[in-house]
C-alpha cells in the first residue's frame, strides 16, 4: 500500500504549484516536502513534476495521478467533515438503572426538560428495585442512595436527602387505634413490598428510636413490589412505609396521614454511579450534567 500521506503532499504541491506554499499547508519545511516527493517518484519510478527555481508543474504522469486521486481524497475529506454532525448535534444512547421512586421524582422530572433540547440522544431507563450491576448488565450508569454506593466507583449527588413516612388513609383508621409505637404496627392491616422473586422476605422498615435505626420486619396483607402500595394505602387496604416525595401531595391534602412521625428516617440523597472517569463521550457527560444537583 502507498503512503498516503505522500499521496496527500501530492495533491497540495499540484494545487499550490509550490513546495514552499504547500509546505505551509501543510505545516511543513519545503526541503522535507521535496524530499517526500522524489521518494514517492522513486517508488512509483515516474517523474511527477517538473521543478524549477521558482515553479513546480506537473508532468503528464503526474495529472493523470492528480486527476485519478484528487477526487478520491476530497470524497475522504467531506466524510471526515461530516462527523463534526456528531459533535455540533450530540447524539447517543445511554443506559440507566435505578430505583422506581428514583425515576419517577428526581430523573424523570429533569429529563423531560433536558430531552427536547437534544432530539438525537437516546435515554433508556429500567426502573429496578434491586441491586444490578450496571457493567455486566450493558447500563451506562446506575442510581442508588449514597450509602450503598461502591467506593470505587464516581458517584454524582442527583437528589436531596430521602426522606421516608409511614402512611395510612383517614377512612383505614376509622374506628381504629393508631400505632403509637412500632410494635404497635403488628395489631394493623399492612401493605409492603417484596424487591424480586430471589428475595423471599418482604423489604423490612427502617425508623429511627433513640438515635439508633430500628428494622421492623412486616408480615403485610398485600404485598407488591411497584407503585400500587401508594394507590393500595389510599383505597384504603391498609398502613405502608413509602418516600415523603412520593406521597407529598396526598399528605398536604389530607388524603394520607403520617403516623410514628417521631420515628420517621431520613437516607442520603440519590446518586448517579459509574465506574470510570475516562472515555466517557459528550452525550454520557451532557446526561450526567442534566442530572447532577
Known amino acids: ?76 475529506n467531506q466524510e471526515v467533515n461530516a462527523l463534526s454532525h456528531f459533535i455540533n448535534t ?3 444512547t445511554i443506559r440507566i438503572n435505578a430505583p422506581s421512586i428514583a425515576v419517577e421524582h428526581v430523573i424523570y422530572p429533569k429529563l423531560r426538560d433536558f430531552l427536547p433540547r437534544y432530539p438525537l440522544i437516546r435515554v433508556e431507563i429500567q426502573a429496578d428495585n434491586s441491586w444490578a450491576d450496571i ?38 383508621l376509622a374506628g381504629k387505634v393508631p400505632p403509637k409505637q412500632i410494635k404497635d404496627l403488628d395489631k394493623h392491616r399492612l401493605i409492603g413490598m417484596r424487591i424480586s422473586a430471589q428475595h423471599g422476605t418482604e423489604l423490612p422498615w427502617e425508623f429511627m428510636e433513640h438515635g439508633k435505626m430500628v428494622k421492623y420486619c412486616p408480615h403485610s396483607n398485600f404485598v407488591i413490589n411497584n407503585h400500587l402500595r401508594k394507590q393500595a394505602v389510599l383505597d384504603g387496604l391498609g398502613i405502608t412505609w413509602l418516600a415523603r416525595m412520593d406521597v407529598e401531595q ?44
Do not use: W
Open 1 to 76: 500500500m502507498y503512503n498516503l500521506n505522500e499521496l496527500n503532499y501530492f495533491i497540495t504541491v499540484a494545487q499550490a504549484t509550490s513546495f514552499v506554499k504547500a509546505g505551509k499547508l501543510l505545516g511543513i519545511s519545503s526541503s522535507a516536502l521535496s524530499h517526500s516527493m522524489r521518494k514517492l517518484e522513486n517508488r512509483l519510478n515516474l517523474r511527477l513534476f517538473n521543478r524549477n527555481t521558482r515553479n513546480v508543474s506537473l508532468t503528464e504522469a503526474g495529472e493523470q495521478l492528480y486527476r485519478q486521486i484528487s477526487p478520491l481524497f476530497d470524497s475522504i
Open 90 to 92: 450530540p447524539s447517543g
Open 250 to 293: 396526598e399528605l398536604v391534602s389530607g388524603e394520607l396521614v403520617e403516623l410514628l412521625a417521631e420515628f420517621a428516617i431520613t437516607y442520603d440523597s440519590f446518586y448517579l454511579y459509574y465506574p470510570s472517569r475516562k472515555g466517557h463521550s459528550n452525550v454520557f457527560k451532557l446526561v450526567i450534567d442534566a442530572l447532577k444537583c
Open 135 to 172: 457493567v455486566k448488565q450493558g447500563f451506562d450508569m446506575g442510581c442508588r442512595l449514597g450509602d450503598d454506593i461502591a467506593k470505587e466507583t464516581i458517584a454524582v449527588k442527583i437528589s436531596s436527602p430521602l426522606s421516608m413516612v409511614l402512611v395510612a388513609s383517614p377512612e383505614y
